[in-house]
């Protein structure tokens, strides 16, 4: 089976707004969380998010297409044109067909559907914008990426909650492997932190409320951990078959050597309490690229900073790397970024690669107190120097959905 390879990488985040930035703060243990700007949050308990600063989308779209776009399709143009630009791949009429495009959502364009209901309520219903509907829909970053960039080819979006960038990317491999397309675009983008977005999410009791000292939160793994910050942004990879991308003499990153996806089927919020579908995905994803548990060097953890999250993430690594997972290491950078739902596996698998290319694995901060309970190698609070050739990312969704990506240093 030929491999699949990536040649260019792209976000935005809280960390910064570009791969560089963003990398350079993670494994320098930097805070994206920060007091919440984009609504008055004074009635609400939490006031804290890991949003994306300095964003200006007009430099990266025109001023009147920005006006039509949602926040979360802003920054999937932003993460687009990095990725696109380091891989220098050119669409033409001849190849925009085998070109596909997967950039996903796990809600899409909320924060234009919040203000839609809030204007209907005190405007009218003829005050709505007329373009609502692409705004808010979770395929319009794709469509709109598949339009400014002239793809031609399959142009998608997986909606798997906060596996739906993971799985994304998943997808678009496995549309390059079995030939339907030469090259993708593929990963995800989320901008929930809105009214709606963080009113909901609290209510589930899933959410941090450190809002007057935020410096050590969100915790994942610690024994203290009281639960996620909710993040935003935009990761996106181009992945190309490695013929198509040697013979257009493309500069080779890593290798997507394994993808897999399973279900809990056990509850629509809450993990599997052993973590049986994230260990059997693991195990599937490992079989995928024909790498055993003592080849990997570091695991990306889903690692929401929720109790029954990292507990059961943990358990799911035993289940599926036996006495290997006490010396594998494995960090959350969501301690960093926050959560960006739908996006944050995307972001993660980047991260991947850079552990690969830099010798370099991400710390999971704000670490203090060990949980008996969750007792594997978190890389506490400074990154660790390590040349690793295998790295797996984990994402873990509501609705029991389980997604692992395997990357690989490319030979």
């Known amino acids: 089976m030929e491999k699949i390879v990536i040649t260019g990488m ?15 703060a993670a494994v320098n243990g930097v805070s994206g969380v920060g007091v919440i700007t984009q ?51 050119t669409v033409t009429e001849q190849n925009a067909s085998r070109i596909g495009v997967v950039i996903s959502a796990a809600i899409g364009g909320l924060k234009s559907l919040e203000e839609a209901i809030f204007t209907v309520r005190d405007s009218g219903p003829r005050r709505v914008s007329p373009f609502l509907i692409p705004m808010l829909m979770p395929n319009g970053a794709s469509g709109l990426t598949a339009i400014d960039h002239g793809i031609k080819g399959p142009c998608i979006s997986v909606a798997s909650a906060c596996a739906s960038g993971a799985d994304g990317i998943g997808t678009a491999w496995m549309m390059l492997r079995n030939g339907t397309i030469d090259a993708a675009l593929a990963g995800a983008s989320e901008a929930t932190i809105c009214r709606a977005g963080i009113a909901s999410f609290d209510r589930l009791g899933a959410m941090s409320r450190r809002n007057d000292d935020y410096s050590m939160t969100p915790q994942p793994f610690d024994k203290n951990r009281d639960g996620l910050v909710m993040g935003e942004g935009s990761a996106v990879i181009v992945l190309e078959t490695e013929s198509h991308a040697k013979q257009r003499g493309a500069h080779i990153l890593a290798e997507l050597a394994g993808y897999a996806s399973t279900a809990d089927a056990f509850h629509v919020t809450a993990p599997h309490e052993e973590g049986a579908g994230g260990a059997q995905a693991i195990r599937q994803a490992l079989a995928s690229a024909q790498v055993n548990p003592e080849d990997v060097g570091y695991i990306s953890a889903h690692g929401t900073g929720t109790q029954l999250n990292d507990l059961s993430e943990t358990k799911a690594v035993k289940a599926a790397f036996g006495a290997q997972a006490y010396k594998t290491p494995m960090s959350s950078t969501k301690s960093m970024t926050g959560h960006m739902m739908g996006a944050t596996g995307a972001l993660e698998a980047i991260f991947c690669v850079q552990a690969i290319r830099e010798g370099l694995l991400p710390p999971t901060i704000h670490y203090e107190t060990p949980d008996p309970d969750c007792d594997l190698d978190y890389i506490p609070n400074k990154a660790r120097e390590k040349k690793i050739e295998v790295a797996i990312s984990n994402a873990f969704g509501f609705g029991g959905h389980n997604a692992v990506l395997v990357v690989r240093k490319y030979q």
């Open 39 to 89: 609504f008055d949050t004074t009635e609400y308990l939490v006031k804290i998010a890991c949003e994306v600063k300095n964003f200006v989308p007009e430099n990266y779209i025109e001023a009147k297409e920005a006006r039509r776009r949602d926040r979360y399709q802003q920054l999937t143009a932003a993460a687009v044109q990095e990725a696109m630009a380091q891989s220098a791949l």
């Open 10 to 24: 792209g976000t935005v985040n809280s960390l910064g707004l570009s791969v560089n930035e963003s990398w350079q």
